[in-house]
């Protein structure tokens, strides 16, 4: 029996102009989950002695990053604050005013600005981690960071760095705290995700930044790998790669539909309005038999309300 899935929510308009029509002997099942578009993105910047040049790099390409949310129309906050912990740091003080941006916050690239452009004058201990387990601890989450933090929405930490991450506790200690802190839902097994830009140590990075800091950031990375998230090198020219990485990751993630049955994956078809879209990792749906989902990429990442259909034949017919 066929089983035709309905969903109205947020999507994008395009697709191939390809006649979708239904077997007259198939039968629908029709409900309409929404996409979770919340996303909350704490950027974790360095501000010691060696690292404005990277701060720099970081800022012309960041925007890309906000329109490309401001474009799929995503509900965002996205703050940022230091790796210094020092008693004259930022210590999880978001940075800036507003103390995090949204979707319609007035001259947002201006404010943008003012949150990656920190300077060179922090602590040379840096605290990514501990910076952000201050960030959504308490007494910051109800006095300068009220708001930011929203237990519906998805948490993604992206930290810029040269230098390994110097905080007294242990990454397990980080990796429970963030555990704790974002619940999973029936989707994700984790509802945070966390990206680092630094020296990765890869056998070809032949990395040598600003300063001639080369310290490979091990501890950051023990989160990035158990959260299914990116390390890039902070040793390139441009950081849009990294930031088209981190965009193309986290829009995938939120607009994933969990099918309440098992398909015959050679069954599946998905349209947008009737009109059939490839199944391709670049642009277009793919399933994921792990999680039993679709999930969306490139030009065909939700936009706006349209109808989905998601068309297959179950692998255990009732």
Not at 71 to 97: P, Y
Not at 147 to 163: C, K, M, Q, Y
Not at 278 to 299: A, R
Request: charged share 20%; with cysteine; aromatic share 8%.
């Amino acid at each position: 029996m066929k089983l035709l899935l309905l969903i109205t929510t947020i999507l994008l308009s395009c697709g191939q102009k390809n006649a979708f029509s239904l077997s007259p002997e198939s039968t629908s099942l029709d409900f309409r989950p929404q996409f979770n578009s919340k996303v909350d993105i704490l950027l974790v910047i360095d501000n010691s002695s060696s690292m404005l040049q990277h701060q720099e790099i970081l800022f012309n390409t960041a925007p890309d990053l906000i329109s490309r949310l401001q474009e799929k129309q995503f509900d965002f906050h996205l703050g940022a604050t230091s790796t210094d912990v020092s008693g004259n740091g930022e210590r999880g003080k978001l940075i800036g005013s507003p103390s995090y941006l949204i979707n319609s916050t007035p001259n947002i690239n201006e404010r943008l600005k003012e949150k990656l452009l920190l300077g060179a004058d922090g602590s040379n201990v840096e605290k990514g981690l501990e910076a952000f387990r201050l960030a959504f601890t308490e007494p910051l989450v109800s006095d300068s960071n009220q708001g930011f933090l929203r237990s519906d929405a998805f948490l993604l930490v992206v930290i810029l760095s040269n230098e390994n991450d110097q905080s007294e506790a242990a990454t397990k200690d980080y990796i429970n705290f963030l555990e704790n802190l974002k619940s999973p839902t029936s989707t994700r097994k984790r509802s945070w995700m966390m990206h680092f830009i630094g020296v990765t140590g890869a056998a070809d990075e032949n990395c040598k930044t600003f300063g001639d800091y080369k310290d490979v950031g091990a501890r950051y990375m023990e989160l990035v790998h158990l959260s299914e998230g990116v390390s890039s090198t902070i040793c390139t020219a441009n950081l849009k790669n990294v930031l088209n990485h981190v965009e193309k990751t986290l829009l995938t993630l939120l607009t994933e539909i969990s099918l309440s049955r098992i398909p015959i994956v050679e069954s599946l078809r998905v349209s947008f309005n009737r009109i059939l879209i490839p199944n391709d990792p670049t642009n277009g749906w793919t399933y994921n038999s792990q999680k039993n989902s679709i999930f969306f990429h490139g030009s065909f990442i939700p936009k706006s309300q349209t109808r989905i259909e998601i068309y297959f034949d179950p692998k255990d017919p009732k």
